[in-house]
């Protein structure tokens, strides 16, 4: 699901993982400074909080148990509660939040604010729109497939940060982008021609109503990509003006979005008590609910390996990181799911894995060589950001 849900942007600005706040990589979610005995020896548990390995492994593991279980939860075959299961993800990260904070785990979260709540509102907006599209097309795809194509929002991102932020793709930047778009073509021939060829008869119904469901699958991802693009360029205009804190975003937009969530459910889906036992049918019902609250928690933990991660390494690690967890995230699919591996399937993935790794050392080297060039002359705004540095000095 992205960034809020998976969602490992190797971008210039902060990874948006899930719901995740930017800011909340520049600092662990515990503190470390108790981590050692009185006469100076550590203890295991600093020792561990400082590994950088550990860090990257838990990073990764966060992230793919993440994505599996949100396939898992929509998975079923009569599942149409969308809204429902993303509704009682924000509950549980909220609930976690407040706990967390209680009992002095997260010491820098704000009291709520109205003022801020009203501005921040419409980027929950744009925030629900993602997720919910993010979760239909995780319906409907494959894991790989579905992580294949979240790259292509990487693009979108990049040409919107052009036209609004004044910022440039270099020619590394755009090979990367050709890698992505070739993996994206190719996942979707290899799901098509397994589909006609492999499941079931050319021509036959039952390989119509699996090219129907892909169908809707890539209709579902395209609109992701978009919606998940503008929430992105959204967020970055706006946050820098609320000032936010490490798990200030987080807190306002899983808050926010609960209402609208459960509005659009009791809106749109269906009630009744014959359709809610085929969401949750008696023989998997306790696992499907273990796995919805899970999911929930699992906001809370993407976050805390993404500062761990980026406290003990880097960011350029943290961004390497993000590219190659793309091959153990399509390869639990494989796994997990009983996703066709063919040739197809299988090239696209490294292609994708490739284009991954390609766009990060892009990204890197463009940084590497921004330092260490001196500005002859002011840079050219875009209007965009001229008006957003006007009204932030204003």
């Not at 909220?94 to 709520?112: D, H, R």
């Amino acid at each position: 699901m992205d960034d809020k849900k998976n969602e490992d942007y190797a971008i210039k600005m902060s990874d948006y993982n899930g719901r995740s706040s930017p800011n909340s990589q520049r600092e662990p979610f515990l503190s470390s400074k108790s981590g050692h005995k009185p006469g100076g020896a550590p203890l295991p548990i600093s020792s561990i909080t400082n590994s950088p390995p550990i860090s990257i492994v838990a990073y990764c593991l966060a992230s793919i148990s993440m994505t599996v279980t949100n396939k898992y939860c929509v998975s079923g075959t009569n599942w149409n509660l969308n809204f429902f299961y993303l509704a009682i993800q924000s509950i549980v990260c909220i609930l976690a939040i407040v706990v967390c904070k209680q009992v002095g785990m997260i010491t820098n979260l704000a009291p709520f604010d109205t003022k801020k709540a009203k501005t921040w509102f419409p980027i929950s907006l744009l925030l629900v729109g993602m997720i919910y599209t993010s979760t239909k097309a995780l319906q409907f795809l494959s894991v790989p497939v579905y992580t294949i194509f979240k790259n292509l929002t990487i693009i979108v991102i990049a040409y919107g940060e052009v036209l609004w932020f004044g910022g440039s793709v270099s020619v590394s930047s755009l090979f990367a982008f050709g890698l992505m778009v070739l993996s994206s073509v190719v996942a979707a021939w290899a799901d098509i021609q397994h589909a006609l060829y492999g499941g079931a008869t050319g021509g036959s119904a039952e390989a119509a109503a699996t090219l129907s469901t892909l169908n809707a699958g890539y209709a579902w991802m395209g609109m992701n990509v978009f919606c998940s693009a503008a929430y992105v360029l959204s967020m970055r205009k706006v946050i820098k003006k609320m000032n936010f804190k490490d798990w200030d975003t987080m807190f306002y937009n899983n808050l926010l979005t609960i209402p609208v969530l459960i509005l659009c459910s009791l809106l749109f889906e269906n009630w009744s008590s014959e359709n809610v036992l085929k969401n949750f049918p008696v023989e998997s019902r306790n696992k499907l609910i273990t796995g919805m609250i899970y999911s929930g928690l699992a906001t809370i933990f993407i976050s805390y390996c993404s500062a761990w991660c980026i406290r003990v390494t880097s960011s350029t690690t943290y961004s390497m990181v993000g590219a190659l967890n793309k091959l153990p995230l399509a390869v639990s699919g494989l796994v997990f799911f009983a996703a066709p591996v063919t040739f197809g399937s299988v090239s696209a993935i490294i292609i994708g894995f490739i284009s991954g790794l390609v766009y990060t050392w892009a990204k890197i080297r463009q940084t590497q060589l921004n330092k260490m060039s001196l500005p002859t002359s002011q840079p050219v705004m875009s209007a965009s950001s001229q008006s957003n540095r006007d009204a932030a000095s204003s």
